[in-house]
């Protein structure tokens, strides 16, 4: 079996595709990519079992087949050689040999026979949405999924389906986001978690512009397909906690702030708070907000003071100042306000301006002051 390729649309491809492979994986196989040549396109997949990502691209072949190669090292000898046509010569035992203009290279492939087969897409719900909307939710929401894999079900982000479009949620118990769009068109009221990494691959992967995507979704597994790229993955098997009722409905104190300098001004007093905490105190006395955060250990002390307008009484409630700062890097809205009530109960952060067809929500549990 021999095709051909041009070297650098291979490894932008497989740079795409390689970050579903894990190193140090318990499957030897499950290193290489999978490389399925048919009339002049070359389908590339790769896969750690619970994701699997396949591609496609134009390449000269006279012959159809297939090879497993070890990723790696080939996407390492890629990266040096300058962009030209490469062919491969791959023999009966999967040797596969690489020649460009000045050299040749060996490398010893694997039987695509022992690759793990792809999920199949059997009785699924499909829904659309703009490439643009999904990269947003994603990012919006990321962040803030548990990396406890004890707590399965807050690893990945739950997709929330009813007719007037999706809510995507994340949580780690001491924070939580919950991002609407209502420009998605789903029919059913149904719901899922998808795990982190394909979230990851997906935002890196797809464009941000208004192309549409179309995702489905059965019991186990979850589809996304754009152009001649599709993920799958299996979807999280547990239920989600009830977030609804975390959500507190009445927080009388409404704080408002310029985005910019809060974050500043957290980001520099943050420097001085303990660094397992990361507790940064927030004094409200009518239009000044005092920032202030100390590591006892080590005798550090940060203060700060700005503007900002408040309605309540004068209220005293400490934050982790690393949570209250990714949170405030996922809008982009110029001002944002906080709906406080007392120093034990949840924060809610949200932006001024929002989209039509958006709707963004932020929760974070306060801290013990004088911790």
């Known amino acids: 079996m021999k095709f051909i390729a041009s070297s650098n649309a291979l ?57 497993c190669i070890p990723g790696k090292i080939l996407i390492d000898s890629l990266k040096n050689i300058p962009d030209q046509p490469l062919t491969f010569n791959i023999d009966k035992n999967f040797s596969v040999e690489i020649t460009s203009d000045s050299g040749k290279y060996k490398v010893m492939g694997e039987n695509p ?52 479009g999706i809510q995507f949620v994340a949580t780690d118990a001491h924070r939580l986001v919950r991002y609407k769009r209502k420009d998605a068109q789903a029919t059913g009221g149904d719901n899922f978690i998808v795990p982190r990494k394909p979230l990851n691959l997906l935002k890196s992967a797809l464009p941000d512009n208004d192309d549409i995507i179309t995702l489905n979704y059965n019991t186990n597994h979850f589809f996304v397909t754009h152009g001649t790229t599709r993920l799958s993955c299996r979807l999280i098997d547990a239920r989600f ?80 100042a690393k949570f209250l700062i990714e949170m405030l890097n996922s809008t982009h809205s110029e001002e944002v306000y906080l709906e406080l009530s007392t120093p034990t109960k949840a924060g809610l952060i949200k932006p001024v301006e929002q989209d039509e067809s958006e709707e963004l929500l932020m929760l974070v549990m306060p801290l013990m002051l004088n911790q």
């Open 113 to 164: 026979d022992n690759f793990p087969k792809e999920p199949a897409a059997d009785d699924t719900t499909s829904f659309t949405m703009t490439s643009s909307a999904l990269v947003t939710a994603i990012n919006k929401t990321l962040f803030a999924t548990s990396t406890d894999d004890l707590r399965p079900a807050m690893t990945g982000v739950f997709f929330e389906l009813d007719k007037n």
């Open 241 to 320: 906690p009830d977030y609804k009722v975390v959500i507190p409905t009445e927080n009388p104190y409404r704080l408002t702030v310029i985005r910019t300098d809060f974050l500043g001004a957290l980001r520099r007093v943050s420097v001085f708070s303990n660094k397992s905490t990361y507790q940064v105190a927030l004094t409200i006395s009518g239009s000044e907000l005092q920032l202030a955060a100390q590591d006892v250990d080590f005798s550090f002390e940060g203060n700060e003071r700005m503007k900002c307008q408040y309605n309540g009484e004068d209220l005293q409630i400490a934050f982790n």
């Open 11 to 67: 490894l932008k491809q497989l740079q795409n595709l390689s970050g579903v492979i894990n190193a140090n994986t318990v499957l030897p196989i499950l290193e290489d990519f999978l490389f399925e040549i048919e009339a002049n396109k070359l389908t590339i997949i790769a896969t750690d079992l619970e994701t699997v990502m396949r591609t496609e691209m134009e390449i000269e072949a006279k012959d159809n087949g297939r090879v």
